[in-house]
């Protein structure tokens, strides 16, 4: 738990510059509950990239059971590296995430791409993931 302020920090960063940040008001309080939640639940997986005592990335995923097929599945919820980090915190944090899932049992991993950084797309598809969907959200 000493790293939920920091992570809240990140997360703050993080939705600022996403396309979330024109559609959901961020609340700190349920970040952190949520950060609780995973970091306490066997369905929950949290990573971070620690340099020198600053956490410079982090990694949120959660098992699910697939709606679908019922088999154990994995979901990123929320990835972020400070900019100077991404080219080697990024990979690792993911690897460490599809390692766990995997551990954990389950037998896929779904990801997001954000709008405008190809970047991301490149690295799932270099590491076998395959575009299944693009996700949209609207205001209502």
């Given at each position: 738990?000493?790293?939920?302020?920091?992570?809240?920090?990140?997360?703050?960063?993080?939705?600022?510059?996403?396309?979330?940040?024109?559609?959901?008001?961020?609340?700190?309080?349920?970040?952190?509950?949520?950060?609780?939640?995973?970091?306490?639940?066997?369905?929950?997986?949290?990573?971070?990239?620690?340099?020198?005592?600053?956490?410079?990335?982090?990694?949120?995923?959660?098992?699910?059971?697939?709606?679908?097929?019922?088999?154990?599945?994995?979901?990123?919820?929320?990835?972020?590296?400070?900019?100077?980090?991404?080219?080697?915190?990024?990979?690792?944090?993911?690897q460490a995430l599809?390692?766990?899932?995997?551990?954990?049992?389950?037998?896929?991993?779904?990801?997001?791409?954000?709008?405008g950084n190809p970047?991301?797309?490149?690295?799932?598809?270099?590491?076998?993931?395959?575009?299944?969907?693009?996700?949209?959200?609207?205001?209502?």
């Amino acid at each position: 738990f000493d790293d939920i302020p920091a992570l809240l920090d990140m997360g703050m960063r993080f939705h600022e510059g996403s396309g979330y940040s024109r559609l959901i008001t961020p609340s700190k309080a349920k970040v952190a509950d949520t950060l609780k939640f995973l970091i306490e639940s066997d369905m929950g997986m949290v990573f971070v990239d620690d340099r020198d005592g600053k956490i410079v990335g982090a990694i949120l995923g959660m098992l699910v059971t697939h709606f679908v097929s019922g088999a154990i599945a994995a979901a990123e919820l929320s990835w972020w590296v400070d900019e100077e980090y991404r080219g080697l915190s990024g990979p690792r944090l993911l690897q460490a995430l599809e390692d766990e899932a995997r551990a954990k049992g389950a037998g896929t991993i779904s990801a997001v791409e954000p709008p405008g950084n190809p970047v991301v797309g490149m690295l799932y598809r270099r590491r076998g993931y395959e575009l299944t969907e693009k996700s949209y959200m609207k205001a209502l």
